[in-house]
């Protein structure tokens, strides 16, 4: 039986976790994964996706009819990820993609298990969850000088198609991206300057990133990374503009969607760089900035 898993949106770093436990569900199984992002996939999404989604959704959709079309899979395997971190839920839209895909696809086989660890229910076995990790993403390494932090989510920060490039334009001025990866700091780090924690658990990954990074690292300045129709990004990427005003730090939003340039986005990056050199150069931070 072929498997197809899209590992895109909230599924993108959990290949290891997927073929670890779709063996447990299904006997004698092939996974197939959707792979990286492609253009083709990126019209699949728009095609069929409706307007009130996000990008990262859209994507994922265009994941799905990847796997259809053109691997011809049997079923697809979609849990459905309602918390993934204890006293949090994931984003409404993670939690209802198997959903919208039942929607959009009628008569595509679907297996849709829980995750849900508000309730401490999950689809597998107590065995396969002991010491591992859902996500398995690579963690930037920090460097002692010239460190530029990259905010979004995991899912956009790894997939190549919605970073445009930004982590190589980075390092190609010669910084160090360093960015949050989910679910790694939770379990040891609390905000403290926040009245209350965040209610979604990839916003509470960001922020603490943030504010821990802030307090233990040399950062040059901030870039956030704000995907089109995000509802968590539009309150987050507010919260941490500001504190980088308090704080005098250098900060820069990107709104990325479905356009596939990415010229565009590069030269701003570039320029930011350029502004966070000279000031830095010229010693200049305390300066009256040019809005104000």
């Excluded at 895109?8 to 299904?26: D, K, L, Q, T």
């Excluded at 920090?142 to 956009?156: E, F, G, T």
């Excluded at 089109?228 to 500001?242: A, H, K, N, P, T």
């Amino acid at each position: 039986m072929k498997v197809g898993v899209p590992n895109s949106f909230c599924y993108a770093g959990m290949e290891n976790f997927f073929i670890r436990v779709i063996p447990e569900v299904f006997e004698d199984s092939q996974v197939i994964f959707s792979g990286k992002t492609t253009k083709e996939m990126v019209e699949y999404g728009l095609k069929n996706g409706c307007d009130e989604l996000c990008i990262p959704a859209k994507i994922f959709i265009g994941h799905v009819e990847y796997l259809i079309r053109k691997k011809s899979v049997d079923v697809l395997f979609l849990p459905r990820l309602v918390s993934v971190l204890p006293s949090t839920y994931s984003c409404p839209k993670i939690i209802g993609i198997p959903d919208i895909i039942r929607a959009n696809y009628h008569g595509v086989k679907l297996v849709v298990p829980e995750i849900n660890l508000r309730k401490k229910r999950k689809m597998m076995s107590e065995k396969s969850m002991k010491n591992e990790q859902l996500f398995d993403f690579p963690m930037a390494k920090i460097a002692k000088v010239k460190n530029i932090m990259v905010l979004a989510h995991s899912y956009v920060i790894f997939d190549e198609f919605l970073n445009k490039g930004i982590l190589e334009t980075i390092k190609s001025a010669g910084y160090n991206p360093i960015y949050p990866i989910y679910y790694r700091f939770n379990s040891f780090y609390i905000s403290s300057d926040l009245p209350k924690e965040f209610f979604w658990s990839s916003a509470r990954d960001i922020y603490n990133y943030f504010e821990w990074a802030v307090n233990n690292t040399q950062i040059n300045g901030v870039v956030y990374l704000m995907t089109f129709g995000c509802g968590i990004d539009s309150v987050l990427q507010e919260l941490i503009m500001r504190k980088c005003n308090e704080l005098g730090l250098p900060y820069l939003c990107i709104t990325v969607d479905e356009h596939c340039a990415d010229v565009g986005i590069q030269t701003r990056i570039e320029a930011y760089l350029d502004m966070i050199e000279w000031r830095t150069s010229k010693d200049e931070k305390n300066y009256l900035s040019t809005h104000g």
